[in-house]
């Protein structure tokens, strides 16, 4: 399996990932455009995406959708809310409603529940023969019966959405810092590090921190508590990478 960020933060989000015979997406919230831009970087056709999976209907993870869906006819997998939600602004006609465990070729897809100011968001467990790989973002805590279902698993995509203290600080007003800090908002560096220190095992090799808030946030602090944290417990973790949102990561060996 292996994972490319095309673009990850407030102002839109994309992931790429394939196995030997699956090429998906996770979101697109950056334009189709840009999106098959960073695709041909990688040397990806759009042609050959063999479904989208949607998290949720927030801007920053569907604008580019529409387009992209037109021009490729691509598969969208999602929640019977989801598709409610996308179908106010635009006809699907490809797709499937998910709500449980499914396939897309040789990847096999759990999905569950995270918790987010949406009327419907979800993490995936996308798995590949012996390979694993968590995905998580846009939610204000993971719930503890998650817990177990995410423990041990070979690469974590999860969110390390701000800095506290920075965004205490910072200019947004204070309802919408509360929204944030909230159990419907986004995870903290704090919230994240801990979380993932819960979660990983021996069978872990990488970890990648996304959807980093522009405002509030700075990769050198996201890495900097995640990493005492996780030294704190005696756990060493070799391959961190931090996605951006206006680059996108190379492509990746989970």
Not at 75 to 80: A, D, E, M, R, V
Not at 93 to 118: A, C, G, R, T
């Amino acid at each position: 399996m292996r994972i490319c960020s095309l673009a990850s933060g407030s102002k839109g989000n994309c992931t790429y990932i394939e196995t030997e015979c699956t090429k998906i997406l996770i979101d697109i919230g950056t334009t189709s455009l840009y999106s098959e831009k960073k695709l041909k970087e990688i040397e990806v056709d759009p042609k050959e995406i063999s479904g989208i999976l949607v998290t949720h209907a927030h801007t920053d993870h569907i604008s580019g959708i529409r387009v992209f869906i037109k021009k490729y006819h691509t598969k969208l997998y999602i929640t019977s809310k989801v598709y409610e939600e996308l179908t106010e602004d635009f006809p699907i006609e490809n797709y499937q409603i998910v709500n449980d465990n499914f396939e897309i070729e040789d990847l096999k897809v759990e999905l569950f529940k995270m918790s987010h100011d949406s009327p419907d968001i979800n993490g995936y467990i996308l798995t590949n023969n012996d390979i694993s790989l968590v995905y998580i973002t846009d939610t204000g805590y993971i719930n503890i019966k998650n817990h177990n279902k995410l423990k041990n698993k070979s690469f974590y995509v999860i969110e390390s959405n701000h800095d506290v203290e920075m965004l205490m600080n910072g200019s947004y007003p204070y309802a919408l810092k509360q929204r944030i800090l909230g159990d419907i908002g986004h995870l903290s560096n704090v919230d994240c590090s801990k979380y993932l220190s819960k979660f990983i095992g021996d069978k872990t090799r990488g970890i990648m921190l996304i959807h980093l808030s522009e405002d509030n946030n700075c990769p050198e602090k996201a890495l900097e508590v995640l990493n005492k944290t996780l030294e704190k417990k005696g756990q060493v973790i070799e391959h961190i990478y931090i996605a951006a949102q206006d680059e996108r990561t190379d492509l990746i060996e989970v």
